[in-house]
Nanobody, 124 residues
Framework: QVQLVESGGGLVQTGGSLRLSCTAS??????TGWFRQAPGKEREFVAG????????RYADSVEGRFTISRDNAKNTVFLQMNGLKPEDTAVYYC???????????????????WGQGTQVTVSS
C-alpha cells in the first residue's frame, strides 16, 4: 500500500508561484502524476514523471510554466508552478502508477493511489 501526501497549496495572485510537494510512504518510487480538478469540471492531467525522471509529460495548458521533478532519496515529487493564472485554480492531486516502467499516462485510470489533494487558488 502506498500513501501520498500533498503539500504546498495556497492562495496566490496572478503571475505568482507555488511549489507543490507529494511525498510517498510505503515503498520506493513510482511513475507519478499531478492532476487537478476545478469545481464542476473533470479531473485533468497536469504533469507526470517516470521513476528516474527521464520521461516527463505536461498538459499543453501548463507547458512552459510548470516544472515537475523528483527527489527519489526523499520519495518526493515536486510541481513548481510559475506564472499562475486564475484558470489554474483547482484542487491538485498527486497519484502513483504501479507499472514497473513507462511513459507517464495522462488518463487517471492508470493510477493506483491518490493523495487527498491540496487547494491552489489564484486570484485575479
Amino acid at each position: 500500500q502506498v500513501q501520498l501526501v500533498e503539500s504546498g497549496g495556497g492562495l496566490v495572485q496572478t503571475g505568482g508561484s507555488l511549489r507543490l510537494s507529494c511525498t510517498a510512504s510505503g515503498r520506493k518510487n513510482y511513475i507519478t502524476g499531478w492532476f487537478r480538478q476545478a469545481p464542476g469540471k473533470e479531473r485533468e492531467f497536469v504533469a507526470g514523471v517516470d521513476q528516474m525522471g527521464g520521461s516527463i509529460r505536461y498538459a499543453d495548458s501548463v507547458e512552459g510554466r510548470f516544472t515537475i521533478s523528483r527527489d527519489n532519496a526523499k520519495n518526493t515529487v515536486f510541481l513548481q508552478m510559475n506564472g499562475l493564472k486564475p484558470e489554474d485554480t483547482a484542487v491538485y492531486y498527486c497519484a502513483a502508477d504501479r507499472r514497473f516502467a513507462g511513459v507517464p499516462a495522462r488518463e487517471p485510470f492508470w493510477y493506483d493511489w491518490w493523495g487527498q489533494g491540496t487547494q491552489v487558488t489564484v486570484s485575479s
